[in-house]
Protein backbone atom coordinates (compact mmCIF):
# COMPACT_ATOMS: atom_id res chain seq x y z
CA UNK A 1 0.00 0.00 0.00
CA UNK A 2 1.63 3.10 -0.92
CA UNK A 3 0.60 6.35 0.37
CA UNK A 4 0.14 9.25 -2.14
CA UNK A 5 1.67 12.77 -1.33
CA UNK A 6 -0.98 14.45 0.55
CA UNK A 7 -1.95 18.45 1.10
CA UNK A 8 -1.20 20.03 4.77
CA UNK A 9 -5.27 19.83 5.27
CA UNK A 10 -5.47 16.15 4.49
CA UNK A 11 -2.38 15.87 6.48
CA UNK A 12 -4.46 17.41 9.38
CA UNK A 13 -7.45 16.13 8.52
CA UNK A 14 -5.67 12.28 8.31
CA UNK A 15 -3.37 12.90 11.72
CA UNK A 16 -3.53 11.11 14.93
CA UNK A 17 -4.12 14.79 16.58
CA UNK A 18 -7.27 15.50 14.44
CA UNK A 19 -9.02 12.51 15.76
CA UNK A 20 -8.48 13.00 19.20
CA UNK A 21 -9.33 16.63 19.01
CA UNK A 22 -12.46 15.52 17.22
CA UNK A 23 -13.07 13.26 20.26
CA UNK A 24 -12.41 15.59 23.25
CA UNK A 25 -14.80 18.51 20.83
CA UNK A 26 -17.74 16.31 20.59
CA UNK A 27 -17.28 15.71 24.30
CA UNK A 28 -17.38 19.06 25.34
CA UNK A 29 -20.19 19.88 22.42
CA UNK A 30 -22.84 17.38 24.39
CA UNK A 31 -21.52 17.99 27.92
CA UNK A 32 -24.81 20.64 27.87
CA UNK A 33 -26.85 18.68 26.13
CA UNK A 34 -25.84 15.59 27.95
CA UNK A 35 -26.76 16.38 31.45
CA UNK A 36 -30.57 17.61 31.11
CA UNK A 37 -30.69 14.26 29.01
CA UNK A 38 -29.02 12.19 32.03
CA UNK A 39 -31.47 14.20 34.29
CA UNK A 40 -34.41 13.55 32.54
CA UNK A 41 -33.59 10.24 31.54
CA UNK A 42 -33.06 9.25 35.23
CA UNK A 43 -36.45 10.97 36.81
CA UNK A 44 -38.20 8.78 33.80
CA UNK A 45 -36.31 5.52 35.04
CA UNK A 46 -37.76 6.61 38.18
CA UNK A 47 -40.97 7.34 37.24
CA UNK A 48 -41.20 3.94 35.86
CA UNK A 49 -39.57 2.02 38.77
CA UNK A 50 -42.49 2.73 40.89
CA UNK A 51 -45.55 3.16 38.54
CA UNK A 52 -48.14 1.05 40.42
CA UNK A 53 -46.15 1.02 43.79
CA UNK A 54 -47.45 4.51 45.11
CA UNK A 55 -48.76 2.63 48.33
CA UNK A 56 -45.50 1.12 49.10
CA UNK A 57 -43.61 4.68 49.57
CA UNK A 58 -46.59 6.35 51.47
CA UNK A 59 -45.48 7.94 54.67
CA UNK A 60 -46.16 5.61 57.41
CA UNK A 61 -47.39 8.37 60.08
CA UNK A 62 -49.01 10.62 57.63
CA UNK A 63 -47.32 14.65 56.57
CA UNK A 64 -45.90 17.05 59.17
CA UNK A 65 -49.29 18.86 58.83
CA UNK A 66 -51.22 16.01 59.51
CA UNK A 67 -49.21 14.93 62.43
CA UNK A 68 -49.40 18.44 63.58
CA UNK A 69 -53.38 18.86 62.79
CA UNK A 70 -53.96 15.39 64.80
CA UNK A 71 -51.67 16.83 68.30
CA UNK A 72 -53.37 19.66 68.48
CA UNK A 73 -57.29 18.40 67.81
CA UNK A 74 -56.09 15.80 70.28
CA UNK A 75 -54.85 18.89 73.22
CA UNK A 76 -57.83 20.57 72.54
CA UNK A 77 -60.67 17.35 73.29
CA UNK A 78 -58.88 16.70 76.38
CA UNK A 79 -59.61 20.21 78.14
CA UNK A 80 -60.80 19.55 81.63
CA UNK A 81 -59.18 16.25 81.54
CA UNK A 82 -57.55 14.82 84.80
CA UNK A 83 -54.09 14.00 84.60
CA UNK A 84 -55.20 9.91 84.86
CA UNK A 85 -57.53 10.76 81.33
CA UNK A 86 -54.43 12.60 80.07
CA UNK A 87 -52.03 9.82 80.73
CA UNK A 88 -54.69 7.36 79.43
CA UNK A 89 -55.15 9.18 75.98
CA UNK A 90 -51.06 9.29 75.67
CA UNK A 91 -50.79 5.92 75.98
CA UNK A 92 -53.50 5.29 73.61
CA UNK A 93 -51.38 7.33 71.16
CA UNK A 94 -48.07 5.88 71.66
CA UNK A 95 -49.56 2.46 70.71
CA UNK A 96 -50.69 4.63 67.50
CA UNK A 97 -47.22 6.01 67.23
CA UNK A 98 -45.01 3.92 68.48
CA UNK A 99 -41.84 5.42 66.80
CA UNK A 100 -42.79 8.38 68.25
CA UNK A 101 -41.63 10.35 71.79
CA UNK A 102 -44.41 11.30 73.75
CA UNK A 103 -45.04 13.64 77.40
CA UNK A 104 -46.82 16.00 78.99
CA UNK A 105 -46.42 19.19 81.41
CA UNK A 106 -48.66 20.09 83.72
CA UNK A 107 -49.94 23.58 84.73
CA UNK A 108 -47.01 23.62 87.55
CA UNK A 109 -44.59 23.23 85.31
CA UNK A 110 -43.51 19.41 86.81
CA UNK A 111 -42.82 16.47 83.83
CA UNK A 112 -45.52 13.98 84.05
CA UNK A 113 -46.26 10.63 81.89
CA UNK A 114 -43.25 9.96 79.29
CA UNK A 115 -43.34 7.32 76.89
CA UNK A 116 -40.41 6.42 76.43
CA UNK A 117 -38.71 7.97 79.66
CA UNK A 118 -36.14 11.13 78.64
CA UNK A 119 -33.52 11.64 81.32
CA UNK A 120 -32.68 14.85 79.54
CA UNK A 121 -36.14 16.28 80.66
CA UNK A 122 -36.01 18.90 83.12
CA UNK A 123 -38.63 17.60 86.37
CA UNK A 124 -39.63 20.89 86.93
CA UNK A 125 -40.01 23.29 83.60
CA UNK A 126 -38.92 27.27 83.92
CA UNK A 127 -40.54 29.69 81.44
CA UNK A 128 -36.96 29.57 80.57
CA UNK A 129 -36.62 26.04 79.65
CA UNK A 130 -39.94 25.92 77.79
CA UNK A 131 -38.67 28.95 75.68
CA UNK A 132 -35.24 27.50 75.19
CA UNK A 133 -36.92 23.37 74.59
CA UNK A 134 -39.31 25.08 71.88
CA UNK A 135 -36.41 26.92 70.55
CA UNK A 136 -33.98 23.75 69.77
CA UNK A 137 -36.96 21.82 68.29
CA UNK A 138 -37.80 24.69 65.55
CA UNK A 139 -36.60 22.89 62.00
CA UNK A 140 -34.61 20.43 64.27
CA UNK A 141 -34.78 16.51 63.94
CA UNK A 142 -36.48 15.33 65.50
CA UNK A 143 -39.83 16.43 64.74
CA UNK A 144 -41.70 18.16 67.25
CA UNK A 145 -45.20 19.85 68.05
CA UNK A 146 -46.21 21.53 71.13
CA UNK A 147 -49.80 21.74 71.90
CA UNK A 148 -51.16 23.31 75.04
CA UNK A 149 -53.51 20.98 76.68
CA UNK A 150 -57.25 22.35 76.23
CA UNK A 151 -56.27 24.84 74.01
CA UNK A 152 -55.04 28.17 74.47
CA UNK A 153 -57.84 29.12 76.72
CA UNK A 154 -56.85 26.65 79.12
CA UNK A 155 -52.86 27.34 79.21
CA UNK A 156 -53.10 26.31 82.78
CA UNK A 157 -53.20 22.74 82.24
CA UNK A 158 -49.95 22.60 81.07
CA UNK A 159 -48.73 21.48 77.35
CA UNK A 160 -48.08 18.31 75.99
CA UNK A 161 -45.33 17.45 73.17
CA UNK A 162 -44.86 15.13 70.37
CA UNK A 163 -41.46 14.02 68.41
CA UNK A 164 -41.23 11.71 65.35
CA UNK A 165 -37.63 11.04 63.73
CA UNK A 166 -37.84 13.24 60.64
CA UNK A 167 -36.92 10.20 58.18
CA UNK A 168 -40.56 9.56 58.99
CA UNK A 169 -41.91 12.02 56.83
CA UNK A 170 -39.89 11.34 53.88
CA UNK A 171 -41.61 8.45 51.63
CA UNK A 172 -39.98 5.00 53.54
CA UNK A 173 -38.06 2.76 50.50
CA UNK A 174 -38.97 5.01 47.50
CA UNK A 175 -35.77 5.87 45.19
CA UNK A 176 -34.78 9.68 44.75
CA UNK A 177 -36.00 10.87 41.20
CA UNK A 178 -32.28 11.26 40.50
CA UNK A 179 -30.47 8.27 41.81
CA UNK A 180 -29.74 7.11 38.41
CA UNK A 181 -28.50 10.31 37.42
CA UNK A 182 -25.31 9.72 38.40
CA UNK A 183 -25.15 6.53 36.90
CA UNK A 184 -25.73 8.20 33.34
CA UNK A 185 -23.18 10.75 33.86
CA UNK A 186 -20.82 7.55 34.78
CA UNK A 187 -22.00 5.98 32.13
CA UNK A 188 -21.10 8.99 29.72
CA UNK A 189 -18.17 9.51 30.92
CA UNK A 190 -17.15 5.90 30.75
CA UNK A 191 -18.25 6.05 26.84
CA UNK A 192 -15.23 8.81 26.61
CA UNK A 193 -12.88 6.61 28.17
CA UNK A 194 -13.62 3.74 26.06
CA UNK A 195 -13.31 5.56 23.53
CA UNK A 196 -9.86 7.32 24.06
CA UNK A 197 -8.68 3.60 25.08
CA UNK A 198 -10.10 2.19 21.82
CA UNK A 199 -7.98 4.90 19.99
CA UNK A 200 -5.31 4.78 22.08
CA UNK A 201 -4.73 1.20 21.53
CA UNK A 202 -4.57 1.45 18.25
CA UNK A 203 -1.96 3.31 18.19
CA UNK A 204 -0.09 1.02 20.72
CA UNK A 205 -0.84 -1.72 18.55
CA UNK A 206 0.60 -0.62 15.36
CA UNK A 207 3.76 0.64 17.26
CA UNK A 208 4.52 -2.36 18.64
CA UNK A 209 3.99 -3.94 15.04
CA UNK A 210 6.29 -1.69 14.02
CA UNK A 211 8.58 -2.46 16.51
CA UNK A 212 8.62 -6.18 16.06
CA UNK A 213 9.40 -5.19 12.67
CA UNK A 214 12.10 -3.23 13.13
CA UNK A 215 13.40 -6.10 15.58
CA UNK A 216 12.55 -8.86 13.21
CA UNK A 217 15.76 -9.77 11.27
CA UNK A 218 15.42 -12.02 8.42
CA UNK A 219 17.46 -14.29 6.35
CA UNK A 220 19.30 -11.15 4.33
CA UNK A 221 20.28 -9.87 7.71
CA UNK A 222 17.96 -7.07 7.25
CA UNK A 223 14.32 -5.85 8.68
CA UNK A 224 11.21 -7.05 7.29
CA UNK A 225 8.71 -4.27 5.35
CA UNK A 226 5.86 -4.29 8.33
CA UNK A 227 2.44 -3.87 6.83
CA UNK A 228 1.01 -0.01 6.19
CA UNK A 229 -2.14 1.99 7.96
CA UNK A 230 -4.03 4.44 7.77
CA UNK A 231 -2.55 7.37 6.55
CA UNK A 232 -1.46 9.18 9.06
CA UNK A 233 1.58 9.93 11.31
CA UNK A 234 2.45 6.42 12.14
CA UNK A 235 1.33 5.07 8.73
CA UNK A 236 3.47 7.95 6.78
CA UNK A 237 6.27 6.47 9.74
CA UNK A 238 5.83 2.72 8.33
CA UNK A 239 5.83 3.74 4.68
CA UNK A 240 9.32 5.24 5.83
CA UNK A 241 10.42 2.16 7.49
CA UNK A 242 9.17 0.31 4.41
CA UNK A 243 11.17 2.45 2.26
CA UNK A 244 14.72 2.55 3.98
CA UNK A 245 13.87 -1.56 4.40
CA UNK A 246 13.93 -1.79 0.12
CA UNK A 247 16.81 0.82 0.07
CA UNK A 248 18.65 -1.40 2.61
CA UNK A 249 17.92 -4.63 0.45
CA UNK A 250 19.00 -2.62 -3.06
CA UNK A 251 22.55 -1.27 -1.37
CA UNK A 252 22.93 -5.52 0.08
CA UNK A 253 22.48 -6.10 -3.49
CA UNK A 254 24.64 -3.70 -4.90
CA UNK A 255 27.10 -4.43 -2.25
CA UNK A 256 26.93 -8.28 -3.41
CA UNK A 257 27.64 -7.32 -6.81
CA UNK A 258 30.56 -5.35 -6.17
CA UNK A 259 32.28 -8.08 -3.79
CA UNK A 260 31.97 -10.46 -6.20
CA UNK A 261 33.10 -8.48 -8.94
CA UNK A 262 35.87 -7.37 -7.11
CA UNK A 263 36.74 -10.75 -5.90
CA UNK A 264 36.59 -12.03 -9.82
CA UNK A 265 38.84 -8.97 -11.23
CA UNK A 266 41.30 -9.26 -8.29
CA UNK A 267 41.15 -13.07 -8.60
CA UNK A 268 41.52 -12.57 -12.63
CA UNK A 269 44.50 -10.05 -12.41
CA UNK A 270 46.38 -12.03 -10.02
CA UNK A 271 46.56 -14.78 -12.07
CA UNK A 272 47.46 -12.49 -15.02
CA UNK A 273 49.66 -10.88 -13.61
CA UNK A 274 51.63 -14.59 -12.73
CA UNK A 275 52.78 -15.16 -16.21
CA UNK A 276 54.62 -11.73 -17.25
CA UNK A 277 55.73 -11.30 -13.81
CA UNK A 278 57.40 -14.87 -14.31
CA UNK A 279 58.98 -13.94 -17.78
CA UNK A 280 60.20 -10.81 -16.06
CA UNK A 281 61.99 -12.62 -13.76
CA UNK A 282 63.79 -15.01 -16.10
CA UNK A 283 64.78 -11.99 -18.13
CA UNK A 284 66.31 -10.25 -14.95
CA UNK A 285 67.69 -13.95 -14.15
CA UNK A 286 69.38 -13.77 -17.87
CA UNK A 287 70.48 -10.23 -17.68
CA UNK A 288 72.22 -10.99 -14.31
CA UNK A 289 74.48 -13.43 -16.12
CA UNK A 290 75.59 -10.96 -18.67
CA UNK A 291 78.75 -8.51 -18.26
CA UNK A 292 77.08 -5.10 -16.87
CA UNK A 293 78.66 -1.54 -15.34
CA UNK A 294 78.00 -1.00 -11.76
CA UNK A 295 75.58 0.96 -12.79
CA UNK A 296 73.49 -1.55 -15.02
CA UNK A 297 74.27 -3.78 -12.05
CA UNK A 298 72.35 -1.26 -9.45
CA UNK A 299 69.18 -1.14 -11.98
CA UNK A 300 68.95 -4.46 -12.27
CA UNK A 301 69.09 -5.10 -8.18
CA UNK A 302 66.34 -2.87 -7.74
CA UNK A 303 64.05 -3.83 -10.66
CA UNK A 304 64.55 -7.38 -9.09
CA UNK A 305 63.42 -5.78 -5.40
CA UNK A 306 60.65 -4.08 -7.00
CA UNK A 307 59.43 -7.54 -8.96
CA UNK A 308 59.78 -9.21 -5.49
CA UNK A 309 57.41 -6.30 -4.04
CA UNK A 310 54.80 -6.82 -6.86
CA UNK A 311 54.97 -10.34 -6.27
CA UNK A 312 54.36 -10.27 -2.52
CA UNK A 313 51.47 -7.79 -3.13
CA UNK A 314 50.06 -10.22 -5.68
CA UNK A 315 50.45 -12.83 -3.36
CA UNK A 316 48.44 -10.60 -0.65
CA UNK A 317 45.44 -10.15 -2.68
CA UNK A 318 45.17 -13.90 -3.85
CA UNK A 319 45.19 -14.78 0.06
CA UNK A 320 42.84 -11.44 1.29
CA UNK A 321 40.58 -12.40 -1.57
CA UNK A 322 39.93 -15.87 -0.54
CA UNK A 323 40.11 -14.80 3.12
CA UNK A 324 36.85 -12.49 2.87
CA UNK A 325 35.30 -15.07 0.13
CA UNK A 326 35.51 -17.92 3.02
CA UNK A 327 37.69 -20.12 0.83
CA UNK A 328 41.09 -19.90 2.64
CA UNK A 329 41.99 -23.44 3.75
CA UNK A 330 43.04 -24.02 7.39
CA UNK A 331 43.67 -26.79 9.69
CA UNK A 332 43.21 -25.42 13.07
CA UNK A 333 44.95 -27.45 16.04
CA UNK A 334 46.13 -27.28 19.36
CA UNK A 335 49.66 -25.81 18.75
CA UNK A 336 52.77 -24.53 20.74
CA UNK A 337 52.64 -21.05 19.88
CA UNK A 338 56.17 -20.30 21.36
CA UNK A 339 57.59 -23.12 18.92
CA UNK A 340 56.39 -21.43 15.89
CA UNK A 341 57.53 -17.98 16.69
CA UNK A 342 61.07 -19.48 17.34
CA UNK A 343 61.07 -21.33 13.78
CA UNK A 344 59.62 -18.53 12.14
CA UNK A 345 62.02 -15.84 14.02
CA UNK A 346 64.89 -18.08 13.07
CA UNK A 347 63.97 -17.92 9.71
CA UNK A 348 64.24 -14.23 9.63
CA UNK A 349 66.96 -13.41 11.94
CA UNK A 350 69.14 -13.21 8.90
CA UNK A 351 67.42 -10.64 7.45
CA UNK A 352 67.12 -8.81 10.54
CA UNK A 353 70.91 -9.35 10.72
CA UNK A 354 71.59 -7.73 7.37
CA UNK A 355 69.35 -4.77 7.82
CA UNK A 356 71.36 -4.28 11.16
CA UNK A 357 68.22 -4.69 13.38
CA UNK A 358 69.17 -5.26 17.50
CA UNK A 359 67.10 -8.70 17.96
CA UNK A 360 65.29 -9.58 21.50
CA UNK A 361 63.30 -12.37 22.05
CA UNK A 362 62.34 -13.73 25.42
CA UNK A 363 60.00 -16.38 25.49
CA UNK A 364 59.88 -18.92 28.21
CA UNK A 365 60.29 -22.71 27.83
CA UNK A 366 57.14 -23.75 28.97
CA UNK A 367 54.47 -24.05 25.59
CA UNK A 368 52.11 -21.77 25.25
CA UNK A 369 49.34 -23.97 23.40
CA UNK A 370 46.49 -22.07 21.14
CA UNK A 371 44.33 -23.86 18.58
CA UNK A 372 45.93 -22.40 15.80
CA UNK A 373 46.70 -23.74 12.21
CA UNK A 374 50.72 -23.84 11.87
CA UNK A 375 51.02 -22.58 8.00
CA UNK A 376 47.85 -19.53 9.02
CA UNK A 377 50.07 -18.56 11.94
CA UNK A 378 53.26 -18.57 10.19
CA UNK A 379 51.48 -16.35 7.96
CA UNK A 380 50.82 -14.10 10.11
CA UNK A 381 54.17 -14.11 12.05
CA UNK A 382 56.01 -13.32 8.40
CA UNK A 383 53.28 -10.27 7.58
CA UNK A 384 54.12 -8.69 11.24
CA UNK A 385 58.40 -9.40 10.77
CA UNK A 386 57.90 -8.00 7.11
CA UNK A 387 55.88 -4.76 8.27
CA UNK A 388 58.71 -4.24 10.81
CA UNK A 389 61.82 -4.69 8.49
CA UNK A 390 59.82 -2.13 5.83
CA UNK A 391 58.34 0.14 7.98
CA UNK A 392 60.23 0.34 11.08
CA UNK A 393 63.81 -0.82 9.71
CA UNK A 394 65.12 2.62 10.93
CA UNK A 395 64.44 1.72 14.72
CA UNK A 396 67.25 -0.71 14.21
CA UNK A 397 64.98 -3.12 17.24
CA UNK A 398 62.68 -6.28 17.20
CA UNK A 399 61.28 -7.57 20.38
CA UNK A 400 59.54 -10.60 20.44
CA UNK A 401 58.21 -11.40 24.41
CA UNK A 402 55.22 -13.05 26.12
CA UNK A 403 53.05 -11.41 28.39
CA UNK A 404 49.74 -10.78 30.32
CA UNK A 405 46.97 -8.55 28.49
CA UNK A 406 43.58 -8.07 29.15
CA UNK A 407 43.83 -11.23 31.63
CA UNK A 408 45.14 -13.39 29.18
CA UNK A 409 48.61 -14.81 27.94
CA UNK A 410 49.45 -12.45 25.31
CA UNK A 411 52.60 -12.55 22.19
CA UNK A 412 53.98 -8.83 21.70
CA UNK A 413 56.05 -7.83 18.32
CA UNK A 414 57.38 -4.13 19.07
CA UNK A 415 59.55 -2.42 17.52
CA UNK A 416 61.18 1.32 17.30
CA UNK A 417 60.38 2.34 14.29
CA UNK A 418 58.62 5.73 13.60
CA UNK A 419 54.88 4.53 14.73
CA UNK A 420 51.69 3.41 12.10
CA UNK A 421 50.76 6.68 11.12
CA UNK A 422 54.12 8.08 9.63
CA UNK A 423 54.36 8.37 5.50
CA UNK A 424 56.55 5.24 4.39
CA UNK A 425 57.37 4.52 0.66
CA UNK A 426 56.51 1.01 0.85
CA UNK A 427 53.42 0.10 -0.24
CA UNK A 428 51.20 -3.14 1.21
CA UNK A 429 51.27 -2.61 4.68
CA UNK A 430 47.68 -1.93 5.12
CA UNK A 431 46.74 -4.73 2.75
CA UNK A 432 49.02 -7.22 5.37
CA UNK A 433 47.89 -6.38 8.17
CA UNK A 434 44.32 -6.59 6.92
CA UNK A 435 45.44 -10.42 5.93
CA UNK A 436 47.01 -10.46 9.49
CA UNK A 437 43.51 -9.80 11.42
CA UNK A 438 41.22 -12.09 9.05
CA UNK A 439 43.67 -15.01 9.75
CA UNK A 440 43.56 -14.28 13.16
CA UNK A 441 39.80 -14.37 13.75
CA UNK A 442 39.38 -17.25 11.97
CA UNK A 443 41.54 -18.91 14.80
CA UNK A 444 40.04 -17.51 17.36
CA UNK A 445 42.62 -14.93 18.45
CA UNK A 446 42.68 -11.21 18.15
CA UNK A 447 45.63 -8.34 17.47
CA UNK A 448 45.44 -5.09 19.35
CA UNK A 449 48.13 -2.50 18.06
CA UNK A 450 49.61 0.74 20.05
CA UNK A 451 51.23 2.99 18.15
CA UNK A 452 53.32 6.03 18.32
CA UNK A 453 56.36 8.11 17.25
CA UNK A 454 58.49 5.82 19.89
CA UNK A 455 57.35 2.24 18.28
CA UNK A 456 54.78 -0.25 17.85
CA UNK A 457 53.40 -2.86 19.42
CA UNK A 458 51.70 -5.81 17.84
CA UNK A 459 50.01 -7.90 20.57
CA UNK A 460 48.24 -11.24 19.87
CA UNK A 461 46.15 -13.05 22.25
CA UNK A 462 42.82 -15.11 22.48
CA UNK A 463 39.40 -13.22 21.91
CA UNK A 464 38.05 -15.86 25.09
Given at each position: MKFMKQSPLQRFRTSLLSRYVLII??????????????????????????????????LPYGSAHDLEKMWHEQAHALAG??????????????????DASLFWVDGEGSTQLQLPVQTELPEQWSAEDTIAFMKSGFNADPYTVVALIGGSQEAQQGFMVFELPRSYL?????????????????????????????????????????????????ENGLP???DEGRPDEIGRLEQAFNRMVHQLEEGRQRERKEE???????????????????VLGSHLYSMGKEPLSPQGRQSLSLMEAKLTDLDHLIDHLLSYNLLTSGKYALSIELQDVHRIVRESAAAWYPVWEKTGMAVDISLPEEPLRWTVDTQGFRRVLDNLFQNVVRHAGSGE??????????????????????????????????????IVELLLREMGLRLDAESSTEGTRFVIYPAS
Open positions: ATALVFIPVLMPASFLASWAVNRMLILGEQEEYQALPEEIDARLTELKAKYPTPQGRPSDSRFYGLFMALIFGIFILLSYVFFRGIRRRLLRLEAAMTRVGSPTELRKNLIANLSHDLRTPLTYVGIHTARWKGRAALIIADHGPGLNAASTAKGAGLGLA
